[in-house]
Every structure is written in structure tokens, then in C-alpha cells.
């Protein structure tokens, strides 16, 4: 009598500590009582019968979910394979149990056919340059489909994008052309302002020719201060003028055909 008596005790014993469940904080429990639902639990110990309750856990934490490399073309006709980092969490625990087998599943199926989707309606430059628009359709594609599901997406981020080698070089070689252009253009926009410089430098010596003849002196100053074996010694137009119209008239031959030289 005192072994059934210990025996049934050790029996209540280990149904108690069976029908005892712990959810941390971060969880909640979806329980079901010969198949209907019941509210939800909270964190806590709870105590749910042995082969008449059935418990679900759902982690309210943010999930990380990467999506594999997806073939796509672009709308310019360009093939590419990109992957995609998606953040989500659950917001409603018995819908993401009641309304979905699994919604981690799910959801990443839809990241992938939404991914190639989106890419495929954006050209290459789009997808390089301007992945924040991208990435913000995506989270709003993603979301309106999985918030039945009890799902909210925190973050959709393209993470990389690869494209054909050929491809590659091309591209290369189209920012050199442009750099190079723009070199060009650069260069010309300085000769013109150099050019009008120059000519308004002209015009103020012009009508000083002092300030000429300053400048004359400061460019034989400049070339003294250099030590070199040849000197340039420039001299004005206006000072040789004379000498030169001497020596031209006195070469004139006269109208016997003979130069002053030959009488």
C-alpha cells in the first residue's frame, strides 16, 4: 500500500512537472486545446495538460533573412545576379501561426519573386546608383504581402550586384571617355578665361605705357635673378620701329634698278 501511495505521488509528480512550460521574454505561446485555439500566452510559467494543450513558440525578435543570388535582366536588357538582406519580425503571433504554415518560409519566397520583379522594371544605372528607391519599393512590396501574416519588414537592403565581365569593361571604358571629356572641357573653359584675362591685361597696359615699361623692367629684373649663361633682352616694337624703316629705305633700289650701294 505505501509503494502504490509513492508511486502515484511520484506519478502526480512528473505530470505536474510536464504540464509546466517556460516562454522567455521575448516569446509568446500559441496554444491549442484539442485542436482550438486559446488566447495567447505571455512570458512566464504556464501550465498546459499533457496530450490535451499543444504549444507553439514565436520568437518576437527581429529576424535576419538573406535571399540567395537571383538571375535577373534588366529593363535595358542587361543579365545580373543580385542578393538581398531582408529584416523582419513578428507583430501578431497567432496570425503568423493561424494564417500561414510557416511564415519565415513565406516571407522568403516573396523576398525573392519581389526582388527579381523590382529589378527587372529598373535599368543597370538605376540598380548601381540609386539603390535606396529600390530598396524602398522592395520593403513596400515585401510588407503589403506579409502583413496578413502578422509579419512586419523592418529593412530590405541590396547587398550586391554582379554583372557580366564583358559588361564590366565596357563601363570601364565609357567613364574613361567621360573623364576624358571632361578633361577636355575643363581644359578649353580655362583658355577662355585665360584669353579674356589676357586681353583685359592688354587693354590696362595699353593705356598706361608707364605700367609697360614697368612690366618691362620687372621681366629684365626676373631674368637677372636666374644666373643664366643666355639672357633675353627684349626690346619694344616702338623703339626698333625707326631703325628698322631706316634700313628698308636705304635698301630701296631707285628707278635704274640700282641700290644707293652700287653708285
Not at 513596400?140 to 565581365?165: N, R
Not at 567613364?175 to 592688354?202: H, M, W, Y
Request: aromatic residues 2%; neutral net charge; hydrophobic residues 45%.
Amino acid at each position: 500500500m505505501t509503494i502504490a501511495i509513492v508511486v502515484g505521488l511520484l506519478l502526480l509528480l512528473a505530470l505536474a512537472l510536464a504540464s509546466l512550460r517556460v516562454l522567455k521574454e521575448y516569446e509568446r505561446g500559441v496554444a491549442f486545446r484539442l485542436g482550438r485555439l486559446r488566447e495567447p500566452l505571455g512570458p512566464g510559467v504556464r501550465v498546459l495538460l499533457p496530450g490535451v494543450d499543444r504549444l507553439i513558440r514565436v520568437d518576437l525578435r527581429v529576424v535576419t533573412l538573406t535571399i540567395p543570388p537571383q538571375e535577373v535582366i534588366t529593363r535595358d536588357n542587361v543579365p545580373a545576379r543580385v542578393n538581398a538582406v531582408v529584416l523582419f519580425r513578428v507583430v501578431d503571433p497567432v496570425r503568423s501561426v493561424m494564417s500561414v504554415e510557416n511564415h519565415a518560409v513565406a516571407t522568403s519566397q516573396i523576398a525573392q519573386t519581389t526582388l527579381r520583379s523590382v529589378v527587372g522594371r529598373a535599368d543597370l544605372d538605376t540598380l548601381l546608383a540609386h539603390r535606396a528607391d529600390l530598396n524602398e519599393d522592395l520593403a513596400k512590396s515585401i510588407a503589403s504581402m506579409t502583413e496578413p501574416w502578422g509579419v512586419k519588414v523592418e529593412v530590405v537592403e541590396i547587398k550586391d550586384v554582379e554583372i557580366p565581365e564583358a559588361m564590366q569593361r565596357a563601363m570601364a571604358r565609357e567613364a574613361e571617355a567621360e573623364r576624358e571629356r571632361r578633361a577636355k572641357v575643363i581644359n578649353a573653359r580655362g583658355e577662355l578665361q585665360a584669353s579674356t584675362e589676357l586681353r583685359d591685361a592688354a587693354k590696362i597696359l595699353g593705356e598706361s605705357p608707364a605700367s609697360l615699361q614697368l612690366r618691362y623692367l620687372q621681366t629684365l629684373l626676373e631674368l637677372g635673378a636666374d644666373h643664366n649663361s643666355t639672357v633675353v633682352f627684349p626690346l619694344p616694337i616702338d623703339i626698333i620701329g625707326p631703325f628698322l624703316d631706316a634700313v628698308r629705305g636705304r635698301a630701296a633700289p631707285d628707278n635704274a634698278g640700282r641700290t644707293p650701294d652700287d653708285s
